[in-house]
């Protein structure tokens, strides 16, 4: 069965201080791994895709990352508006849905200035 | 407008009420998700249509729970016989077949936050 985890559950950073997220999943082939920003009272917000293993995407402080196993969101010298909530997800190949895309549970982001 | 839009964006009712939540999706996607989110949890699924395919109805969590989407484009979520444990906000996303032969991502409304007293 499909299954993306992330962590930590939350973070706390000083403003300028850099960290990573993780997204790990499992998926019977990967088609697409997605990541969103998510602020309260709102819906997700698409961020970036990857595609295959080694794939790098970059927007402002943000930097995504992809291994077989695995999803790394950098944050470069974060600001206080980079908080909120960041949502990874993944589309498998799997015949029985084959358009699912499963979410992870998220990982809350508070930058402190 | 040009986004995903969903109606209302708040539902209060009774416990044993039905309900039906809208979504008017991005015109020109072929795939509508709908998904349940509940205080502080990630992005449950509970259904999808692409095109005129049959919808996957795999998530939705109980017969009480249907969804059409019409003529490829608007979209109702109907929940009969609410009960407290459906409180939560609904989340309606739109998307279009990519080159790859995967969706691109999903656009997502700011959901319908729906409270059973």
């Known amino acids: 069965e499909d299954q993306v985890t992330q962590s930590p559950e939350a973070l706390r950073l000083q403003e300028g201080e850099s960290s990573s997220l993780n997204c790990s999943y499992t998926?019977?082939?990967?088609?697409?791994l997605f990541w969103y920003r998510q602020d309260p009272g709102k819906g997700p917000e698409f961020l970036f895709t990857l595609y295959s293993a080694g794939e790098e995407k970059e927007k402002e402080r943000l930097k995504a990352t992809l291994t077989k196993k695995e999803s790394f969101l950098h944050i470069t010298a974060p600001k206080p508006e980079d908080s909120a909530t960041y949502l990874c997800a993944v589309q498998g190949m799997g015949k029985t849905s084959y358009d699912k895309v499963i979410f992870g549970p998220g990982t809350s982001l508070s930058v402190i200035p | 407008g040009a986004g995903v839009s969903q109606s209302p964006s708040n539902k209060v009712t009774e416990k044993g009420k039905d309900v039906e939540l809208r979504c008017d999706p991005i015109?020109?996607?072929?795939?509508l998700y709908w998904y349940r989110q509940s205080l502080g949890q990630g992005l449950e699924f509970l259904i999808y249509?692409?095109?005129?395919?049959?919808?996957?109805k795999s998530g939705l969590p109980s017969d009480r729970f249907s969804a059409e989407r019409t003529g490829g484009s608007v979209s109702t979520l109907t929940i009969q016989r609410t009960q407290q444990e459906d409180s939560a906000v609904y989340l309606c996303a739109s998307s279009q077949r990519g080159v790859r032969g995967s969706n691109q991502p999903q656009h997502f409304g700011d959901g319908t936050r729906l409270s059973i007293l």
């Open positions: 015109s020109g996607h072929t795939a």
């Open positions: 249509f692409q095109g005129n395919s049959a919808p996957d």
């Open positions: 998926v019977s082939g990967l088609r697409g």
